[in-house]
């Protein structure tokens, strides 16, 4: 796919996705355990920036005070298949962010898109 070849080649972020697995213990018991599905995917890591109003925050003058919000977007190859609630290791200019999984992929013919959130912890 020589179109794919292309856009990845714009790529210059990495990542690695990791799931939550439950193995047997040998005590029996079913245990979770932290495993590693995919690594060193090349990956384009986006971020979107946003300011609204908030109507409830209004000063004595009618000013009304405005909040900001940054929508977190990763961009990679469609033939990697990321679970729900995957831990994803994001490695953007030199720099190891976490987060979490937070959208069903977005797939399109030559790439994915997924919404992503820090990470806070397993659930």
Same mark, same amino acid.
Request: charged share 25%; with cysteine.
């Given at each position: 796919?020589?179109?794919?070849?292309?856009?990845?080649?714009?790529?210059?972020?990495?990542?690695?996705?990791?799931?939550?697995?439950?193995?047997?213990?040998?005590?029996?018991?079913?245990?979770?355990?932290?495993?590693?599905?995919?690594? *060193?995917?090349?990956?384009?890591? /986006?971020?979107?920036?946003?300011?609204?109003?908030? $109507?409830?925050? &209004?000063?004595?003058? +009618? *000013?009304?005070?405005?909040?900001? /919000?940054?929508?977190?977007?990763?961009?990679?190859? $469609?033939?990697? &298949?990321?679970?729900? +609630?995957?831990?994803?290791?994001?490695?953007?200019?030199?720099?190891?962010?976490?987060?979490?999984?937070?959208?069903?992929?977005?797939?399109?013919?030559?790439?994915?898109?997924?919404?992503?959130?820090?990470?806070?912890?397993?659930?």
């Amino acid at each position: 796919m020589v179109e794919t070849d292309v856009l990845q080649m714009l790529w210059k972020d990495t990542c690695t996705v990791k799931i939550l697995e439950e193995y047997l213990a040998e005590n029996r018991s079913t245990q979770k355990r932290e495993t590693v599905l995919y690594s *060193d995917i090349p990956c384009k890591l /986006s971020f979107y920036n946003s300011m609204s109003a908030n $109507p409830d925050s &209004r000063k004595n003058k +009618g *000013d009304v005070a405005f909040q900001t /919000s940054q929508m977190v977007k990763l961009f990679l190859s $469609p033939e990697y &298949r990321i679970p729900n +609630g995957s831990r994803i290791e994001v490695t953007h200019k030199g720099v190891t962010t976490l987060y979490g999984f937070s959208s069903q992929p977005e797939l399109f013919t030559n790439h994915q898109e997924i919404l992503l959130e820090k990470w806070e912890k397993w659930v």
